[in-house]
C-alpha cells in the first residue's frame, strides 16, 4: 500500500466526508411535473395520456441503467414515491410504443457533446451475503468474504451516470478504464480518479 506522509488532523470533517460517499440523491426539475400529461391535440382511437417528457425520463433511465422497460416502470414509480409526488407512471406496454418515434440514445450523446465534459470514475465493494452469514456467526467457521466491485462513471458539470458495471472482486480498476472511455463516446477534458486508475497504460487511454 501507498504511504502517505501527512496525517490526517481534520478527523471529524474527513470521517462525515467518508459517511457522504453512501448518500445516494436523485435530483428531478419539478417543472417536469407540471408537463408530465398530455395536453396537446386528441385525435380518433387511444387517447395520448403521457407527454413526451414523461416518456424521454423513463427511457433515459432505462438506458443509463441498462433496465428492461418493465424494471424502469417500476424504478420510476418509487422516484415519485420518494418525493411524494401522485403521478400515473407510464406501463411498460407504452414506453415499448412511443420509443419508437423519440430517439433518447442518440439525444444523449447529443446533449454530453455540446459540453465539456469532466469525467469521474471509481470503484466501490458490495459484500455479499447470505445463508452462510448465519452459520459463520452459530459455528464460527471462517470463510473468505466475498464481495462485487460497482464501477461507476459520471459527467461532474451534469452528474449524469455515463458509465455504470458490477465485475468481480479481482477486477482491476486499471482494466475497465478503456471500456468507460469507450462507453462515454465522446471527447473529455478532464478525468478525474483516484491511485487504483495510476498506470502507464491509462495514460495512454487519455493522452
Known amino acids: 500500500m501507498r504511504a502517505y506522509k501527512q496525517k490526517i488532523t481534520n478527523s471529524s470533517t474527513y470521517n462525515n466526508s467518508l459517511k457522504q460517499r453512501g448518500r445516494l440523491d436523485f435530483w428531478m426539475d419539478k417543472s417536469i411535473f407540471s408537463n408530465w400529461n398530455y395536453k396537446g391535440k386528441q385525435t380518433k382511437g387511444g387517447k395520448v395520456k403521457y407527454s413526451d417528457v414523461a ?10 441503467y441498462s433496465l428492461p422497460l418493465r424494471q424502469t416502470e417500476g424504478f420510476l414509480s418509487s422516484l415519485l414515491q420518494l418525493h411524494n409526488y401522485q403521478l400515473a407512471v407510464p406501463d411498460y406496454t407504452t414506453l415499448c410504443r412511443r420509443k419508437r418515434t423519440l430517439d433518447v440514445r442518440n439525444k444523449l ?13 471509481d470503484a466501490s465493494g458490495l459484500k455479499c451475503s447470505g445463508e452462510k452469514e448465519w452459520t459463520q456467526s452459530q459455528y464460527r467457521r471462517a470463510r473468505r468474504r466475498k464481495f462485487i466491485k ?36 465522446v471527447k473529455f477534458d478532464t478525468l478525474f480518479a483516484d491511485g487504483g486508475y495510476d498506470s502507464k497504460s491509462s495514460y495512454q487511454l487519455t493522452h
Not at 110 to 119: D, H
Open 55 to 64: 416518456i424521454e425520463i423513463a427511457l433515459i433511465l432505462s438506458y443509463v
Open 150 to 185: 460497482i464501477h461507476a462513471g459520471i459527467n461532474v458539470n451534469t452528474r449524469h451516470v455515463l458509465f455504470n458495471k458490477a465485475t468481480k472482486s479481482t477486477i482491476s480498476d486499471i482494466s475497465v478504464l478503456s471500456e468507460a472511455i469507450d462507453t462515454v463516446d
Open 109 to 121: 450523446k447529443k446533449w454530453n457533446g455540446k459540453e465539456n465534459i469532466v469525467f469521474a470514475i
